[in-house]
Protein backbone atom coordinates (compact mmCIF):
# COMPACT_ATOMS: atom_id res chain seq x y z
CA UNK A 1 0.00 0.00 0.00
CA UNK A 2 1.74 3.29 -1.11
CA UNK A 3 2.48 5.74 2.00
CA UNK A 4 1.25 8.31 -0.21
CA UNK A 5 -2.50 9.42 -1.58
CA UNK A 6 -4.79 12.12 -2.92
CA UNK A 7 -7.91 12.00 -0.47
CA UNK A 8 -10.89 12.97 -2.02
CA UNK A 9 -13.24 14.29 0.96
CA UNK A 10 -14.31 17.33 -0.01
CA UNK A 11 -13.47 17.11 -3.46
CA UNK A 12 -16.37 19.62 -5.06
CA UNK A 13 -18.03 18.69 -8.16
CA UNK A 14 -15.74 18.95 -11.38
CA UNK A 15 -12.86 19.60 -9.26
CA UNK A 16 -12.04 15.81 -8.21
CA UNK A 17 -11.63 14.28 -11.72
CA UNK A 18 -8.91 16.74 -12.58
CA UNK A 19 -7.08 16.80 -9.23
CA UNK A 20 -6.83 13.35 -9.80
CA UNK A 21 -6.01 13.00 -13.30
CA UNK A 22 -3.26 15.89 -12.12
CA UNK A 23 -1.76 13.88 -8.94
CA UNK A 24 -1.37 10.83 -11.64
CA UNK A 25 -0.26 12.45 -14.13
CA UNK A 26 2.63 13.41 -11.24
CA UNK A 27 3.07 10.66 -10.00
CA UNK A 28 -0.04 9.60 -7.28
CA UNK A 29 -0.25 5.85 -7.06
CA UNK A 30 -3.13 6.01 -4.85
CA UNK A 31 -6.51 7.42 -4.94
CA UNK A 32 -8.65 7.39 -1.79
CA UNK A 33 -12.50 7.52 -2.08
CA UNK A 34 -15.93 7.02 -0.17
CA UNK A 35 -19.48 6.36 -0.91
CA UNK A 36 -20.60 9.13 0.28
CA UNK A 37 -18.47 11.79 -0.79
CA UNK A 38 -20.47 12.03 -3.88
CA UNK A 39 -17.86 12.22 -6.34
CA UNK A 40 -17.15 8.09 -7.12
CA UNK A 41 -18.33 8.48 -11.04
CA UNK A 42 -16.09 12.00 -11.06
CA UNK A 43 -12.97 10.15 -9.68
CA UNK A 44 -13.06 6.75 -11.25
CA UNK A 45 -13.66 8.84 -14.46
CA UNK A 46 -9.59 10.82 -13.60
CA UNK A 47 -8.50 7.03 -12.88
CA UNK A 48 -10.10 5.33 -15.93
CA UNK A 49 -9.21 8.01 -18.20
CA UNK A 50 -5.42 8.25 -17.02
CA UNK A 51 -4.92 4.27 -17.42
CA UNK A 52 -6.87 4.51 -21.25
CA UNK A 53 -4.08 7.35 -22.12
CA UNK A 54 -1.18 5.25 -20.49
CA UNK A 55 -0.68 7.73 -17.92
CA UNK A 56 -0.57 4.60 -15.05
CA UNK A 57 -1.33 0.95 -15.24
CA UNK A 58 -4.20 0.17 -13.37
CA UNK A 59 -1.77 -2.13 -11.39
CA UNK A 60 0.15 0.57 -10.45
CA UNK A 61 -2.69 2.69 -9.13
CA UNK A 62 -3.88 1.93 -5.21
CA UNK A 63 -7.66 2.66 -5.52
CA UNK A 64 -9.27 2.73 -1.94
CA UNK A 65 -13.10 3.34 -1.02
CA UNK A 66 -15.15 2.56 2.12
CA UNK A 67 -18.16 0.84 2.56
CA UNK A 68 -21.40 3.28 3.77
CA UNK A 69 -22.84 3.22 7.01
CA UNK A 70 -26.58 1.93 5.13
CA UNK A 71 -24.95 -1.16 3.30
CA UNK A 72 -23.92 -2.86 6.92
CA UNK A 73 -26.65 -5.66 6.55
CA UNK A 74 -24.41 -8.81 4.93
CA UNK A 75 -27.06 -9.17 1.86
CA UNK A 76 -26.53 -4.97 1.44
CA UNK A 77 -22.75 -4.91 1.24
CA UNK A 78 -22.06 -6.45 -2.11
CA UNK A 79 -24.85 -4.43 -3.60
CA UNK A 80 -23.05 -1.31 -2.33
CA UNK A 81 -19.28 -1.99 -3.42
CA UNK A 82 -20.90 -3.33 -6.47
CA UNK A 83 -22.21 0.20 -6.81
CA UNK A 84 -19.18 1.68 -5.85
CA UNK A 85 -17.49 -0.16 -8.47
CA UNK A 86 -19.54 1.17 -10.93
CA UNK A 87 -19.41 4.44 -10.56
CA UNK A 88 -15.30 4.49 -10.76
CA UNK A 89 -15.52 2.04 -13.61
CA UNK A 90 -13.46 -0.80 -12.28
CA UNK A 91 -13.68 -4.24 -11.70
CA UNK A 92 -12.01 -4.06 -8.72
CA UNK A 93 -10.80 -2.32 -5.21
CA UNK A 94 -7.45 -1.90 -4.20
CA UNK A 95 -9.07 -1.89 -0.21
CA UNK A 96 -12.64 -1.72 0.64
CA UNK A 97 -12.72 -0.23 4.13
CA UNK A 98 -15.86 0.01 6.67
CA UNK A 99 -16.34 3.34 6.84
CA UNK A 100 -17.32 4.23 10.41
CA UNK A 101 -18.29 1.47 13.34
CA UNK A 102 -21.71 2.81 12.92
CA UNK A 103 -24.90 0.91 11.19
CA UNK A 104 -27.63 2.80 9.56
CA UNK A 105 -31.44 1.36 9.01
CA UNK A 106 -31.37 0.27 5.30
CA UNK A 107 -31.70 3.46 2.69
CA UNK A 108 -30.97 5.92 5.62
CA UNK A 109 -28.00 7.74 4.44
CA UNK A 110 -27.83 10.43 7.54
CA UNK A 111 -30.19 10.12 10.49
CA UNK A 112 -32.26 13.01 11.38
CA UNK A 113 -33.35 10.98 14.93
CA UNK A 114 -32.85 7.75 16.58
CA UNK A 115 -35.37 5.77 14.53
CA UNK A 116 -32.32 6.09 11.63
CA UNK A 117 -29.74 4.10 13.64
CA UNK A 118 -29.12 0.57 13.48
CA UNK A 119 -28.23 -0.50 16.89
CA UNK A 120 -24.88 -2.49 17.16
CA UNK A 121 -26.91 -5.68 19.37
CA UNK A 122 -29.09 -6.10 16.41
CA UNK A 123 -26.55 -5.66 13.35
CA UNK A 124 -23.55 -6.68 14.51
CA UNK A 125 -20.26 -4.85 13.03
CA UNK A 126 -18.84 -8.53 12.42
CA UNK A 127 -21.56 -9.59 10.79
CA UNK A 128 -20.64 -6.63 8.08
CA UNK A 129 -17.05 -7.42 8.18
CA UNK A 130 -17.13 -10.71 7.45
CA UNK A 131 -19.57 -9.97 4.33
CA UNK A 132 -16.81 -7.45 2.96
CA UNK A 133 -14.48 -10.32 3.30
CA UNK A 134 -16.45 -12.77 0.84
CA UNK A 135 -16.11 -9.96 -0.95
CA UNK A 136 -11.89 -10.58 -1.21
CA UNK A 137 -13.27 -14.44 -1.81
CA UNK A 138 -15.18 -12.68 -4.91
CA UNK A 139 -12.22 -11.21 -6.50
CA UNK A 140 -13.99 -7.56 -6.46
CA UNK A 141 -11.82 -6.42 -3.76
CA UNK A 142 -8.50 -7.27 -3.02
CA UNK A 143 -8.28 -6.33 0.69
CA UNK A 144 -10.43 -5.10 3.35
CA UNK A 145 -10.29 -3.44 6.44
CA UNK A 146 -11.81 -0.26 8.64
CA UNK A 147 -11.89 3.22 9.67
CA UNK A 148 -12.18 4.83 12.51
CA UNK A 149 -12.29 2.26 15.07
CA UNK A 150 -10.86 1.94 18.35
CA UNK A 151 -8.67 -0.12 20.12
CA UNK A 152 -11.18 -1.80 21.94
CA UNK A 153 -13.33 -2.24 18.73
CA UNK A 154 -11.07 -3.61 16.98
CA UNK A 155 -10.26 -5.86 19.45
CA UNK A 156 -14.21 -6.81 19.45
CA UNK A 157 -13.96 -7.67 15.69
CA UNK A 158 -11.18 -9.24 15.36
CA UNK A 159 -12.54 -11.64 18.15
CA UNK A 160 -15.90 -12.14 16.91
CA UNK A 161 -14.94 -12.74 12.97
CA UNK A 162 -11.31 -13.90 13.57
CA UNK A 163 -10.59 -11.96 10.73
CA UNK A 164 -7.76 -8.87 11.30
CA UNK A 165 -8.70 -5.86 8.93
CA UNK A 166 -5.99 -5.18 6.52
CA UNK A 167 -5.81 -1.05 7.33
CA UNK A 168 -7.19 1.11 9.84
CA UNK A 169 -8.14 4.58 8.60
CA UNK A 170 -8.57 7.20 10.98
CA UNK A 171 -7.86 11.33 11.65
CA UNK A 172 -4.18 11.13 12.79
CA UNK A 173 -1.92 14.35 12.93
CA UNK A 174 -0.08 16.07 15.62
CA UNK A 175 -2.45 16.91 17.62
CA UNK A 176 -3.99 13.66 18.24
CA UNK A 177 -1.50 11.42 17.03
CA UNK A 178 -3.21 8.40 18.41
CA UNK A 179 0.46 6.88 19.58
CA UNK A 180 -1.22 4.16 21.47
CA UNK A 181 -3.75 2.94 18.49
CA UNK A 182 -0.62 3.25 16.41
CA UNK A 183 1.60 0.90 18.39
CA UNK A 184 -1.85 -1.51 18.93
CA UNK A 185 -2.21 -1.46 14.98
CA UNK A 186 1.56 -2.23 14.75
CA UNK A 187 1.74 -4.97 16.61
CA UNK A 188 -1.70 -6.73 15.22
CA UNK A 189 -0.60 -5.98 11.61
CA UNK A 190 -3.01 -3.78 10.71
CA UNK A 191 -1.45 -0.51 8.72
CA UNK A 192 -2.70 2.93 10.05
CA UNK A 193 -3.92 5.41 7.32
CA UNK A 194 -4.15 9.41 8.68
CA UNK A 195 -6.75 11.00 7.63
CA UNK A 196 -7.05 15.01 7.62
CA UNK A 197 -3.43 15.45 8.49
CA UNK A 198 -3.63 19.25 7.60
CA UNK A 199 -6.55 19.46 10.43
CA UNK A 200 -9.45 19.61 7.55
CA UNK A 201 -9.64 23.44 7.88
CA UNK A 202 -12.46 23.05 5.02
CA UNK A 203 -14.99 20.30 6.14
CA UNK A 204 -18.40 21.04 7.08
CA UNK A 205 -19.57 23.12 9.98
CA UNK A 206 -21.42 20.52 11.30
CA UNK A 207 -18.12 18.93 12.46
CA UNK A 208 -16.42 21.96 13.50
CA UNK A 209 -15.74 23.02 17.05
CA UNK A 210 -16.33 27.04 17.91
CA UNK A 211 -12.66 28.22 18.65
CA UNK A 212 -10.66 25.45 17.91
CA UNK A 213 -7.03 25.60 17.33
CA UNK A 214 -5.59 26.28 13.56
CA UNK A 215 -3.26 23.23 13.22
CA UNK A 216 -1.40 24.81 10.40
CA UNK A 217 -1.07 27.93 12.53
CA UNK A 218 0.96 26.09 15.08
CA UNK A 219 3.73 27.88 15.85
CA UNK A 220 6.01 25.04 16.26
CA UNK A 221 4.49 23.55 13.02
CA UNK A 222 5.52 26.81 11.44
CA UNK A 223 8.95 27.14 13.19
CA UNK A 224 10.02 23.75 12.30
CA UNK A 225 8.82 23.85 9.10
CA UNK A 226 10.77 26.62 7.85
CA UNK A 227 14.04 24.85 9.35
CA UNK A 228 13.07 21.67 7.29
CA UNK A 229 12.66 23.94 4.08
CA UNK A 230 9.31 22.83 4.00
CA UNK A 231 6.01 24.77 4.08
CA UNK A 232 3.58 23.83 7.55
CA UNK A 233 1.42 21.53 5.30
CA UNK A 234 4.42 19.32 4.00
CA UNK A 235 5.49 19.11 7.43
CA UNK A 236 2.77 17.42 8.20
CA UNK A 237 2.68 15.14 5.61
CA UNK A 238 6.52 14.25 6.25
CA UNK A 239 5.60 13.38 10.01
CA UNK A 240 2.80 11.17 9.55
CA UNK A 241 4.81 9.17 6.73
CA UNK A 242 8.07 9.68 8.97
CA UNK A 243 5.95 7.37 11.72
CA UNK A 244 5.04 4.66 8.98
CA UNK A 245 1.84 5.59 8.66
CA UNK A 246 0.01 6.55 4.91
CA UNK A 247 -1.22 9.55 4.79
CA UNK A 248 -4.08 10.86 2.32
CA UNK A 249 -4.21 14.86 1.93
CA UNK A 250 -6.94 16.37 -0.17
CA UNK A 251 -6.54 19.18 -2.46
CA UNK A 252 -7.73 20.02 -6.00
CA UNK A 253 -5.20 22.83 -6.63
CA UNK A 254 -2.48 21.75 -8.91
CA UNK A 255 0.98 23.33 -7.20
CA UNK A 256 -0.35 21.68 -3.89
CA UNK A 257 -1.23 18.63 -5.50
CA UNK A 258 2.60 18.85 -6.74
CA UNK A 259 3.89 20.40 -2.84
CA UNK A 260 2.15 17.39 -0.92
CA UNK A 261 4.03 14.98 -2.91
CA UNK A 262 7.46 16.57 -2.80
CA UNK A 263 6.38 16.15 0.82
CA UNK A 264 6.42 12.48 0.81
CA UNK A 265 10.18 11.89 0.23
CA UNK A 266 11.44 14.32 2.72
CA UNK A 267 13.14 12.54 5.56
CA UNK A 268 12.76 14.71 9.24
CA UNK A 269 15.66 15.31 11.15
CA UNK A 270 15.08 14.03 14.47
CA UNK A 271 14.66 17.38 16.05
CA UNK A 272 12.12 17.81 14.19
CA UNK A 273 10.59 14.65 14.64
CA UNK A 274 10.44 15.45 18.41
CA UNK A 275 9.27 18.74 18.38
CA UNK A 276 6.16 18.12 16.40
CA UNK A 277 5.81 14.74 18.39
CA UNK A 278 5.22 17.23 21.88
CA UNK A 279 2.72 19.10 20.88
CA UNK A 280 -0.48 16.12 21.06
CA UNK A 281 -3.00 18.22 22.94
CA UNK A 282 -5.31 15.50 22.17
CA UNK A 283 -7.86 17.66 19.87
CA UNK A 284 -10.02 15.87 17.30
CA UNK A 285 -11.50 17.54 14.46
CA UNK A 286 -13.68 15.25 12.71
CA UNK A 287 -16.75 14.84 15.15
CA UNK A 288 -19.72 13.39 14.04
CA UNK A 289 -21.76 15.53 16.18
CA UNK A 290 -25.27 15.48 14.11
CA UNK A 291 -24.71 11.22 15.36
CA UNK A 292 -24.46 11.68 18.95
CA UNK A 293 -28.42 11.63 19.53
CA UNK A 294 -30.06 10.89 22.83
CA UNK A 295 -30.82 7.11 22.93
CA UNK A 296 -28.72 5.41 20.07
CA UNK A 297 -25.78 3.70 20.86
CA UNK A 298 -23.55 6.22 19.25
CA UNK A 299 -23.94 8.85 21.71
CA UNK A 300 -20.85 11.48 22.72
CA UNK A 301 -18.56 10.65 25.47
CA UNK A 302 -18.67 6.94 24.23
CA UNK A 303 -18.34 7.12 20.55
CA UNK A 304 -14.90 6.48 20.04
CA UNK A 305 -14.85 3.67 23.03
Known amino acids: MPAFGLGTWKSHEGDAYQAVKEALRIGYHHIDGAWIYGNEAEVGRGICESIAAGVIAREDVFVTSKLWNSFHAPEAVEAGCRETLTAFGLDYLDLYLMHWPVAFRPGTVMPQDPEGFWPLPEMPLAKTFEAMVKLRDQGLVKSVGV ?33 ELLAYCRKQG ?82 ARSAIDAIDIHFRYVNPQSWFIPGVTYEGSGFWV
Open 190 to 271: IHLTAYSPLGSRDRPDSMKAVDEPPLLDNETVKSIAAEEGLTPGQLLIAWAIDRGTSVIPKSTHPDRIAQNLAAASHTLSAK
Open 147 to 179: SNFSISKLERLIAACGVTPAVNQVELHPYHPQT
